[in-house]
């Protein structure tokens, strides 16, 4: 059996899952997952080279026909702590940086409303994100916006007092070098907040290769809590928060994948109308859809319960330098 090297402790790392594939977007090819046997540290086999990433998002990611006026709608003000809670909303990042004249930088910007809601804050916001299709959405809303990676970033060093990730460090292939870039433009006093799947999280145990979450072969790395703590340690970064967050939507989302019967299905549930030319399927998840999220609310109490537990279904990890 193939063995690879672990990328955050160097253990030895052993087949998990094989025949994985793009369930979302259509993404030809298959793909392993290899877990190392000492943290825990989860990698996509073969891995995705960085400048075919960069054609990756821009060909796959639904974002070239985002209208300005939608992201406009979308970004409204950050949900209160107790709206956040109930519904699970703790995945996004930036929702955990306090109200205030902060510089900020989101890595991962994507649409641009994560910017948005930061300037509410009163934030002055910066933006990363590899997909050109959201250069005309940053220019039409006049944001300051880096198409790139963290590797290339022209910010100055020890410029900003908070770092945001939401669900991008899994689309790296080396989340110590991710960390460490970031820390580079970090000020001495200022918080990475990182939000990432969890491995670890219930639903991932019990639905195994059909977790919702896999999102093969974007998703290039997942990290366990003993994979923290190795990054962190690594990096010269102390974690000061350390949770998991259920939203209760992903429930949905993975109620619908179970459903799913067939590829075609699983393509159709990431579809909002049409996608390259191809109308959109209904199936029995879609007929389903509009039950399931009426009811969705019900889902807050396993799934606090879960988030207690630490088995939820995303990681939401604060780091400060350690000086």
Known sequence: MKELVCGVCGGGSQMWYEGLYDDRYAYPGEFALYKCTRCGFAQTFPKIPKQEMTRLYTRYYPRKDFKVEYIKALAKAIPSYWVRWLKGLGSTAHYWVPQGKFRSLDVGSGSGVSLLELAKLGHEVYGLEPDRNTIRMAKELNLKVHFGFIENCPFPKNFFDYITASQVIEHTSDPVKFVLECKKFLSDTGKMIITTPNIEALHCRLTGRKWVHWHIPYH?????????????????????????????????????????????????????????????????????????????????VENRLVDTLNWGESWVVTLEKQL
């Not at 998991?244 to 990431?270: D, G, Y």
């Open 220 to 300: 290039q790395c997942f990290l366990t809590k003993r994979t923290w703590t190795e990054v962190a340690m690594r990096t010269g970064m102390k974690v000061v928060m350390m949770r998991t967050v259920t939203p209760n939507l992903w429930t949905v989302l993975q109620f619908r994948k179970l459903l799913a019967k067939s590829k075609e299905e699983e393509w159709a549930i990431w579809r909002t109308s049409t996608d390259n030319g191809m109308v959109r399927k209904r199936n029995v998840g879609d007929k389903l859809l509009t039950g399931l999220l009426l009811i969705a609310e019900n889902f807050w």
